[in-house]
């Protein structure tokens, strides 16, 4: 076994129990410095006991490129083998409809396409992992062994806000839901990076909000602007979540959330989930981006209307998988433990019961240098014990953050 995966093992061994399959151990011998606890023992007070995360790509792969989530991929950041070797217990299964579906309206099809998607690979790779409604579910599910899928939606499910689509999404199975288009404001609330055109949200958003608040459905209010995710906390009778950004107090920039917001989202019980992308985290790392002649395009946005779904589905297919190819020199790579700076700030600003991770594997930006992808999940975890913090803030930052909140919105407990 090579020494880098012995080391995540070590850290990270099997959460909430017997969770997840236990590795066999090999009949190689191993050093006595590498011999401090055996694969198969118990999991100790000082392991994470339970590991979500707010925010992992999927299903746009497997729709445009025809895979199934189940297998293996020698390419991206994501598919069940490697989220489960990262020991990710249970994740926001985020469905992604992009830019380019919005000109020519397609964003409605694209939304239902990609959740049955979502659900029929759900049920092929059934062994393994579970549709749950509700924080009961999440933990009946990863108690049996598997990983749990919370599906929630990323990108317009309908520019025009139709509640009976929404009613029909909750009744597929749908969850979560991002208020806004991605990055372009659509008919009912501003987005980050979109035009000011509702000054935040307007009566229609204010009764899409109040529809997932009947519905029992989480409010994402990632990617929207500063002022409308102020507006939603404070109006949502439930909890809000802001599943992956960073914060403006440490890079000043539109699709981070501010200080005032993240206070407003907190003091109503909601959680942060931080993106790992150096560019949202990693001042040293956004200076020498931006200083660069060509820096890199954080905010797409698309006005090319294409005639049919088909062409949409061909612009979108260039760009996957959603990760980075940039060559980044070695002295401007993020590692674990600066991003864990960014947790810090957050805890800091608004206490720890209200801090989470959102990677966003598969979304697009440079991860942390000692990362590749989601089976690498446990450096997360030897970047927060190395801070010196307690197992209780370690437990929920990584997971029981999102389970409480998701308690509190779906069985408002």
Known sequence: MKRRELIKNLAFLPIAGNIFEKMPVSNTSLPVENSLASLNSPPTPRQPAFVMDGHIHVMSRQLLEGLDIGQRYSDGMVDLPRIKEGKI???FFSVYTPE????????????????????????????VIELAHNASEIEKITKRGKMAAFLDIEGGFDLDGDLFLLRALYRLGVRSMQLTAHNQTNSFIDACSGERLWNGINDKGLRVIEEM???GMVINVAHASSQAIIQAATVSAHPVAYTHGGFRGIIDIKRNIS???AKVVAA????????????FNYPKYYKWETSKPNPLKLIETSDKKFSTIEEADQEVAKDLPFVSHEVIPDEYKMSVHDFAETIDYGIRLVGEDHVALGSDFDGGLALPKEMKDASDYPEMYIALKARGYSQSRIN???GLNWLRLIRNVTEGK
């Open 89 to 91: 217990n249970a994740m």
């Open 100 to 127: 380019p579906y919005y000109p020519g309206h397609f964003e409605v099809k694209n939304t239902f396409r990609v959740v049955e998607l979502a659900l029929e690979q759900i049920q092929k790779n059934n062994a």
């Open 213 to 215: 608040n009947k519905l």
């Open 259 to 261: 200080d005032e917001a």
């Open 268 to 279: 109503k019980g909601g959680v942060i989930g931080l993106q790992f992308g150096s560019y």
């Open 396 to 398: 929920k930052v990584m």
